[in-house]
């Protein structure tokens, strides 16, 4: 038996849990995670010239381009850990117009699965409303796993606060943002049959053994499609 690539998309709102749930399925398909915000900031890093281009439109507070994000990705994903393997996108892509894009950049292979963390905006705005951050080095922390001494950074010293955005009104409003944006984005994957959608509500390791199962029956079922 050929291990096959698992090339996968997770979809979730702010609170959803969707990083460390990208995080749990790449280590179970022993896949990259790929995140658009590290890889940028691994793009800068690198100092190659696409690398230099990037650092010029985040310097100039321009937001970076799709082509240049496209770029990015097209580079990332020929590095030996993912070539072959697939990989796990976390908030990529962002619009029909990314997804487009991103097809072409795959073909002649295609996205196997992708995963929409299900999740009722109630829930995610106590979740956040309960989220406290450190004005110093950004740790989050939240009034059921406060620092140590409180409210001070367990790793900085700095001050423990809630930030003006997480509260409530700003939440919600950030939500229904989201919402619009991404219903184009999830009705284009649900019409191409690779949308996954799964219950998120949970701990963190209930909504990952769904999440695994969901994607291992969508890979099953395009076995016996193919
Ligand atoms: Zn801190």
């Known amino acids: 038996m050929t291990e096959r690539a698992v090339r996968l998309i997770v979809l979730g709102k702010q609170g959803s849990g969707k990083g460390t749930q990208c ?26 010239g696409l690398g230099a ?12 381009s799709d082509d240049i994000i496209l770029e990015v990705i097209r580079a990332r994903l020929s590095e030996p850990d993912a070539a072959g393997h697939g990989f796990v996108f ?12 991103l097809d ?11 995963a929409s ?13 309960q989220r406290r951050t450190c004005a110093s080095c950004g740790r989050v922390y939240s009034l059921t796993a406060p620092p140590r001494v409180q409210w001070v950074c367990d790793f900085c010293g700095g001050e423990v606060v809630q930030r003006a955005d997480d509260t409530e009104e700003a939440v919600a409003r950030r939500l229904a943002l989201y919402d619009t944006q991404t219903a184009p984005l999830t009705a284009r994957y649900r019409d191409l049959g690779a949308l996954v959608p799964v219950d998120a509500t949970g701990t963190v390791d209930e909504v990952a053994a769904r999440l695994i199962a969901a994607v291992d029956a969508r890979l099953a079922a395009d076995e016996v499609g193919a």
Do not use: K, W
């Open 104 to 114: 072409e950049v795959l073909a002649p292979a295609a996205i196997d699965a992708v």
């Open 117 to 129: 963390l299900e999740i009722p905006t109630e829930v995610v705005v106590a979740r956040i409303a």
């Open 90 to 101: 976390d908030g990529f892509p962002r619009t029909v117009g990314q997804a487009d894009r």
């Open 23 to 48: 995080v749990r399925v790449a280590a179970h398909y022993g896949i990259p995670h790929i995140s658009t915000g590290d890889m940028l900031r691994a793009a800068v890093n690198s100092g190659s």
């Open 53 to 64: 281009r990037v650092r010029a439109t985040m310097e100039a507070g321009e937001l970076v």
